[in-house]
């Protein structure tokens, strides 16, 4: 049993910031990545970023050069900065988790609500 627990979201004014944070609990095995998609109003939810054990980091193009998903030094957590915000990065934005004992898991958080609206 995994659970993921996120903060941070809220409402912001385009051009500001928000860091979103996730920490993850329960019985976990080794973890492959952690990562944060999104989904807008009649939208699929789509990859935002993800960071792998190692530390390889990947974007969306909508989002890179503006946000950055790091690991913390407890590595059961993961943030996501987000600089420059658009009306269009307007979401509820989900943390996730790919996990490995016995086969793969994958783990997602409740979801937070970020709205960029002057």
């Known amino acids: 049993q995994v659970q993921l627990v996120e903060s941070g979201g809220g409402l912001v004014q385009p051009g500001g910031s928000l860091r979103l944070s996730c920490a993850a609990s329960?019985?976990?095995?080794?973890?492959?990545?952690m990562g944060w998609y999104r989904q807008a109003p009649g939208k699929q939810r789509e990859l935002v970023a993800t960071?792998?054990?190692?530390?390889?980091?990947g974007y969306a193009d909508s989002v890179k050069g503006r946000f950055t998903i790091s690991r913390g030094n407890n590595k059961n957590t993961v943030y996501l900065q987000m600089n420059s915000l658009k009306p269009e990065d307007t979401a509820v934005y989900y943390c996730?988790?790919?996990?490995?004992?016995?086969?793969?898991?994958?783990?997602w958080g409740q979801g937070t609500q970020v709205t960029v609206s002057s």
């Open positions: 996730n988790l790919m996990d490995y004992g016995q086969g793969y898991s994958i783990y």
């Open positions: 329960g019985s976990i095995f080794s973890i492959h990545h």
């Open positions: 960071v792998t054990s190692g530390g390889t980091t």
